[in-house]
């Protein structure tokens, strides 16, 4: 069965930090850019991080640069979304999703072929 599977969501206090994987079984993800993408109560679900099938090319929402960084390791079949300086309008449901990136390097939802479940991240004091 194909799927990916994200974790480390949880409650954490503004400034926080939180590291979220996600993790594949049943193929592998070495072909694959993987997009973070998240859905806050209320709103429509955002891009939040791409990461080249490589690792070589990253790409943030203006939202979130400079707090979280993308990065995978492609022999534990696992990519990871580092969350720093956490702001509580970074609570969401986040996912990550494999798929194609587009020209800019940008993780778009049509591109994404598998999808997780999500983790809940919620930042509150």
């Known amino acids: 069965q194909l799927q990916l599977v994200e974790s480390g969501g949880g409650l954490v206090q503004p400034g926080g930090s939180l590291r979220l994987s996600c993790a594949a079984s049943?193929?592998?993800?070495?072909?694959?850019?993987i997009g973070w993408f998240r859905q806050a109560p209320g709103k429509e679900r955002e891009g939040v991080s791409c990461?080249?099938?490589?690792?070589?090319?990253?790409n943030y929402a203006d939202s979130v640069k400079g707090r979280f960084a993308v990065s995978r390791d492609n022999a534990k079949n696992t990519v990871y979304l580092q969350m720093n300086s956490l702001k509580p309008e970074d609570t969401a449901v986040y996912y990550c999703?494999?798929?194609?990136?587009?020209?800019?390097?940008?993780?778009?939802?049509?591109?994404?072929?598998?999808w997780g479940k999500g983790t809940l991240v919620t930042v509150s004091s």
């Open positions: 999703a494999a798929g194609s990136g587009d020209a800019n390097g940008r993780c778009l939802e049509y591109g994404m072929d598998y």
């Open positions: 990461i080249s099938s490589s690792g070589g090319s990253t």
């Open positions: 049943g193929f592998t993800l070495d072909y694959y850019a």
